[in-house]
């Protein structure tokens, strides 16, 4: 099974911008569908990109255009660029793998087995 690490997260003014990074291990990494999830207090988590062994991309409407995932299959390393960042950006936001492809529903977060334990974002005005 894989493991999953996050790091990148942090504060920063609303307009900046920060980059994810979510580092896989134990198991191969080309075996995984990826994705980013986040969770603001008192929300429920909710899918924020997802890509899959084709490199093909899904968003949340809400940060389509600001955020990009991206993965480098050499390092086994995840990524989620993340731009012209908002107040409501602000969330822990967790890595997840599963060893299947969602689909249309790449964004329930019922559907990855393997998490990991996630990084703060704080967005501030």
């Known amino acids: 099974q894989v493991q999953l690490v996050e790091s990148g997260g942090g504060s920063v003014q609303a307009g900046g911008s920060l980059r994810l990074s979510c580092a896989a291990s134990?198991?191969?990494?080309?075996?995984?569908?990826m994705a980013w999830f986040r969770q603001a207090p008192g929300k429920e988590r909710e899918g924020v990109a997802g890509?899959?062994?084709?490199?093909?991309?899904r968003y949340l409407v809400s940060v389509k255009g600001r955020f990009t995932i991206s993965q480098d299959n050499a390092d086994n390393t995840l990524y989620l660029q993340m731009n012209s960042l908002k107040l409501e950006d602000t969330a822990m936001y967790y890595c997840?793998?599963?060893?299947?492809?969602?689909?249309?529903?790449?964004?329930?977060?019922?559907?990855?087995?393997?998490w990991g334990q996630g990084t703060q974002v704080t967005v501030s005005s």
């Open positions: 134990g198991d191969t990494y080309n075996n995984y569908y």
């Open positions: 890509i899959d062994s084709h490199g093909n991309t």
């Open positions: 997840a793998a599963d060893r299947s492809w969602g689909g249309a529903y790449w964004y329930l977060d019922s559907w990855y087995k393997y």
